[in-house]
């Protein structure tokens, strides 16, 4: 993935299409998509992002995916978006209000596609997005119709807070949720 300076400069702002179905058991959501996620294409695509790692490690999916593989989570019910779409180098270029419309429009898109769980991967951007200035990482009360919310720490490397092993955890805990509704 040897992109340089200038090839991901000229992907800020590019959207990156969903991966998304009706009906799925968890929709992923990040916060917006990075400059390296936007020039390739692929969710969750910057080296040191653990995203993909810890969705194997918490047993969403059976093996280790590369984010080129991110259309194989659908068999999983799995899909991935973001709150707010246009790609960044980093979040904290997106204002409150990018992140309310954001928010908005998301529900609109649960609306629509019914999944059981919306995981937004941030919990200070659900905070924002839903203005819920209280939230905590784990299962929310706010529902979206019948799509229950869950929020889970972000995987970027930059969040040093969470290890591998600690987000691992939680993300398990969606995962024992969303698979235990049959």
């Known amino acids: 993935m040897g992109f340089t300076p200038e090839e991901l400069r000229a992907a ?15 929709l992923f959501c990040g916060i ?13 695509a910057r080296p040191g992002n653990r995203f993909w ?4 490690a918490s047993g969403f999916t059976p093996r280790l995916f590369a984010p080129a593989e991110q ?10 978006t973001n709150v707010v779409a246009r790609a960044t180098a ?5 204002s409150a209000e990018e992140y309310r419309e954001g928010g908005r ?21 659900y905070r924002v997005a839903f203005g819920d200035k209280h939230a905590a990482i784990g299962p929310q009360q706010r529902t979206l119709g019948g799509t229950r919310i869950w929020a889970l720490p972000n995987p970027s490397g930059l969040n040093a807070h969470w290890t591998l092993a600690t987000m691992a955890e939680e993300y ?6 969303a698979f235990a509704e049959d």
Do not use: Y
Not at 111 to 124: E, I, K, M, N, S
């Open 172 to 177: 398990g805990r969606l995962r024992t949720a």
């Open 105 to 125: 429009l998301l529900a609109e898109k649960v609306d629509r596609l019914r999944p059981r769980w919306l995981a937004v991967a941030g919990v200070t951007a």
């Open 32 to 44: 917006n998509p990075g400059l390296m996620t936007a020039a390739t294409g692929h969710h969750f």
């Open 12 to 26: 800020r702002d590019r959207l990156v299409p969903d991966v998304a179905a009706s009906g799925l058991r968890v």
């Open 90 to 94: 980093k979040a904290d270029e997106l």
């Open 53 to 56: 790692p810890v969705l194997h």
């Open 71 to 80: 259309e194989e989570l659908l068999a999983h019910g799995l899909g991935i």
